[in-house]
């Protein structure tokens, strides 16, 4: 018990900060929502930075670059077939998309905050596990740049096959 209260307390407030914005996004998501295309980019962006980041800060070896891009494709599969089973509808005149709510981004960010936060605790508290955690902490890296970017790509492509129909922002 002492240890757990001994990692809340030595957290970074701006962790928690960060855990709160994860969980609204997440919440959002669970609700259908329509909303400009361009939307859809955002994260994806955001994700393959920092996946980027993340290996230019974690490179040692060519074999990181390997070992990252093994598992962008795997994470790609996965984003792709997750999408494969929402209804998206379009408006291709206003460039509106709707996608049905769905526990996925809610799941998939938690899931996300909780793997970098162990990487993060367990690099802190014992240095001896280092080159697993370095290449676990790439194979995460390049599944969760895969997941979103797959996703992108299968919205993308249902978007393209709907049928035209009039969408207000929610």
Do not use: C
Not at 36 to 59: G, T
Not at 70 to 77: D, L, T
Not at 85 to 100: A, E, N, Q
Request: no cysteine.
């Amino acid at each position: 018990m002492e240890t757990i209260l001994n990692i809340i307390k030595s957290t970074p407030w701006w962790v928690y900060l960060l855990f709160f914005y994860v969980l609204y996004i997440g919440i959002r998501a669970l609700k259908a929502r329509t909303f400009s295309i361009n939307r859809i980019f955002i994260v994806p962006l955001i994700i393959l930075a920092l996946s980027i980041w993340n290996l230019i800060d974690k490179f040692e070896s060519i074999k990181d670059v390997v070992i990252w891009a093994v598992f962008v494709p795997i994470g790609f599969a996965a984003g792709w077939g997750i999408i494969q089973s929402f209804k998206i509808r379009g408006d291709h005149k206003k460039l509106l998309i709707r996608i049905p709510g769905s526990p996925f981004i809610l799941v998939l960010v938690l899931f996300v905050f909780v793997i970098k936060y162990f990487f993060g605790y367990m690099k802190a508290s014992t240095p001896d596990i280092g080159p697993v955690l370095h290449s676990l902490d790439l194979a995460f890296s390049g599944i969760f740049l895969g997941l979103f970017v797959g996703r992108l790509f299968a919205t993308l492509k249902k978007f393209a096959k709907t049928k035209h129909e009039k969408l207000k922002k929610s």
